[in-house]
């Protein structure tokens, strides 16, 4: 077998996993190395059942756009009120930056958000 080959199928083998790489070039574009985070949705108390719940986002993206996106695939009224929590503790502010929840609260490589339509937790 050719290291062509071998590359070729290494290759195959890391995208079947989904892993993912990131660039280090610290002079290239920032628009093109955004970093994403995977954030895990699970239901609690009254709330629908996503048939999706892990799901990859941007880092740089707030609190309040989840709720927003999770309300949207819901299917939820615009004046229904979501709540999330990090890990069945306490409820982010919207104005929260995913990134540094990820930071201080993930495991395993995602960060584990409960949703509900009313106060659960916190």
């Not at 629908?48 to 999770?70: A, H, N």
């Not at 819901?74 to 990090?86: A, G, M, Q, R, T």
């Not at 890990?87 to 929260?96: E, G, K, L, R």
Request: aromatic content about 10%; some cysteine; overall charge neutral.
């Amino acid at each position: 077998m050719s290291e062509d080959t071998e590359v070729q199928e290494a290759t195959n083998s890391l995208q079947s996993l989904n892993i993912r790489t990131e660039s280090v070039d610290s002079g290239s574009d920032p628009e093109h190395t955004k970093q994403k985070v995977d954030i895990l949705l699970k239901p609690t108390g009254n709330a629908p059942i996503m048939k999706k719940k892990k799901w990859t986002v941007d880092s740089d993206k707030k609190i309040g756009w989840i709720i927003e996106f999770v309300k949207k695939y819901l299917k939820l009224e615009s004046n229904e009120k979501l709540f999330l929590y990090v890990n069945q503790t306490f409820a982010p502010s919207p104005d929260q930056i995913v990134k540094n929840l990820y930071d201080c609260y993930s495991t395993e490589g995602k960060l584990v958000l409960h949703y509900c339509k009313t106060q659960a937790w916190g």
